[in-house]
């Protein structure tokens, strides 16, 4: 009976998906220019140097490796490729431009939105962001620098700009208006690693690494919610982690870097060390502790892979998607064996960077909520109930194990849409949202019980 439920979910639903494909990868196609140059020292060569980029949206079938480019939309400047987001629920995929917010059609690939980034507060940068699809927000790193001018020791008369400090606050950014609210009272940190970042939408953490710790910040109020040092018994490294929603875990790949002694050709009674290899292993962290388990038996990719490519977990086959740069490697979460390694084939392009799955935590709904009158965060565990059909067109039934005291529909940007209140011990009631644009909605039951809702 359950798979029957779910096929029929998926057939009622597919209509609002726009014909994604479930495990299609969205991200940047990125093609690179370059001219050829006079040498100015050797006048008889000449070298290539690199011109100007174009980038578009792209769909990356991981099954065969084919990228489509979505649409002829092509963006000419550079990418932040600290971060970028897909809101599923208006079908935008998000990056960041140098200083500015680009929203792009997951339909069309057209531009939705260009909008230039700024604080109220004081200028800062928006880094290693992600969606949080419990409450469709976007949640980064609001990175201010602090410079001081010294003198130039080479030019006295001169004086130069050195960076002094930096502090990390946690962040939202408003991708219509290209604010950033800074959400943390103080710096909850100095610098990140280029590991990735993720968000547990159940427990409304944000998560980043600086290298050697796994630091989670709560979203409520940009606090240190955990600071665990990463132990990583069978790797140099653990990064380029994703959160899967499936098992509500956080993988990542386990790098051990091997190198070789070699004679040093200029003092031969020396010797130093060059990189000869390294192994990639499927690895799971956790948050509290900061132990990596490694999933993997052996390796599944000698060699390097592209931190540009980003991380991608397909919550339908279990799958972790990472990039070589040349090809998508897809890895089981459950065996940790590689499953699939196919050469990327472009339609147009040479590079897919900032990969990220459509479905994996769609319907995620926060566990852990914040109490409005105490201003405390606690994890609820919430009585069973019931929605019925779901997704709908027109009404649709509650059914709840505890009698019902009022129920909420808001719609993804926060607007109330319905509020009623009852005095009796109901257990069950029918609502119509015949008059609701398609779409998604949160159903809240007595303040705590939460559920969202399909429109089609």
């Known amino acids: 009976m359950k798979t029957l439920k779910c096929l029929f979910f998926l057939l009622l639903f597919a209509p609002f998906l726009k014909a994604q494909s479930s495990n299609n990868l969205y991200g940047i196609v990125r093609q690179n220019y370059f001219s050829w140059v006079t040498d100015p020292i050797m006048l008889g060569d000449s070298f290539e140097v690199f011109d100007s980029a174009t980038i578009q949206l792209g769909s990356l079938d991981p099954s065969i490796g084919f990228v489509s480019?979505?649409?002829?939309n092509r963006i000419n400047g550079a990418v932040n490729l600290t971060g970028a987001a897909l809101n599923p629920y208006d079908s935008t995929f998000i990056f960041?431009?140098?200083?500015?917010?680009?929203?792009?059609?997951?339909?069309?690939?057209?531009?939705?939105?260009?909008?230039?980034?700024?604080?109220?507060?004081?200028?800062?940068?928006?880094?290693?962001?992600?969606?949080?699809?419990?409450?469709?927000?976007?949640?980064?790193?609001?990175?201010?620098?602090?410079?001081?001018?010294?003198?130039?020791?080479?030019?006295?008369?001169?004086?130069?700009?050195?960076?002094?400090?930096?502090?990390?606050?946690?962040?939202?950014?408003?991708?219509?208006?290209?604010?950033?609210?800074i959400i943390s009272a103080s710096s909850i940190g100095e610098g990140f690693a280029l590991a990735g970042s993720t968000i547990d939408p159940f427990q409304m953490v944000y998560y980043y690494s600086n290298g050697y710790r796994l630091i989670g910040v709560d979203i409520y109020d940009g606090s240190v919610y955990s600071d665990a040092h990463i132990v990583?018994?069978?790797?140099?490294?653990?990064?380029?982690?994703?959160?899967?929603?499936?098992?509500?875990?956080?993988?990542?790949?386990?790098?051990?870097?091997?190198?070789?002694?070699?004679?040093?050709?200029?003092?031969?009674?020396?010797?130093?060390?060059?990189?000869?290899?390294?192994?990639?292993?499927?690895?799971?962290?956790?948050?509290?502790?900061?132990?990596?388990?490694?999933v993997s038996p052996s390796t599944v990719c000698y060699g390097g892979y592209s931190l540009n490519g980003g991380a991608a977990v397909d919550p339908n086959t279990m799958t972790y998607y990472f990039s070589t740069g040349n090809a998508i490697v897809g890895v089981s979460l459950i065996t940790g064996n590689k499953v699939s390694e196919i050469a990327y084939d472009f339609e147009a392009g040479q590079y897919f960077d900032l990969m990220r799955n459509f479905q994996n935590c769609m319907t995620a709904v926060a566990s852990r909520l914040k109490d409005?009158?105490?201003?405390?965060?606690?994890?609820?565990?919430?009585?069973?109930?019931?929605?019925?059909?779901?997704?709908?067109?027109?009404q649709f039934k509650i059914h709840s194990e505890v009698p019902i005291q009022n129920i909420s529909i808001t719609d993804v940007s926060g607007r109330l849409m319905k509020s009623e209140k009852y005095i009796d011990t109901r257990t069950e009631t029918t609502l119509s949202v015949s008059n609701y644009a398609s779409g998604i909605y949160l159903v809240t039951i007595n303040g705590v019980m939460r559920q969202k809702l399909f429109v089609k």
């Not at 070789?260 to 799971?284: E, H, I, M, N």
């Not at 009158?373 to 997704?391: L, Q, R, V």
């Open 232 to 294: 990583n018994y069978d790797g140099d490294i653990f990064d380029n982690f994703a959160y899967s929603c499936a098992d509500t875990g956080i993988y990542g790949l386990v790098r051990k870097n091997y190198f070789s002694w070699t004679y040093d050709p200029t003092f031969p009674g020396d010797s130093f060390q060059v990189f000869d290899s390294a192994t990639v292993r499927l690895g799971k962290i956790n948050p509290n502790t900061g132990f990596v388990t490694t």
């Open 69 to 72: 480019n979505i649409g002829s």
């Open 372 to 394: 409005e009158s105490t201003g405390i965060a606690t994890t609820t565990i919430n009585p069973a109930f019931e929605m019925y059909p779901n997704p709908t067109s027109n």
């Open 96 to 181: 960041l431009g140098y200083r500015d917010v680009i929203s792009l059609d997951l339909r069309t690939g057209n531009t939705t939105n260009r909008e230039l980034m700024y604080s109220a507060v004081e200028d800062s940068y928006f880094d290693n962001f992600r969606f949080c699809n419990a409450d469709s927000s976007l949640y980064g790193l609001a990175r201010t620098n602090y410079i001081s001018r010294i003198l130039d020791p080479t030019f006295p008369l001169d004086s130069i700009d050195v960076l002094d400090s930096t502090s990390l606050r946690l962040a939202t950014l408003n991708t219509s208006t290209g604010l950033i609210s």
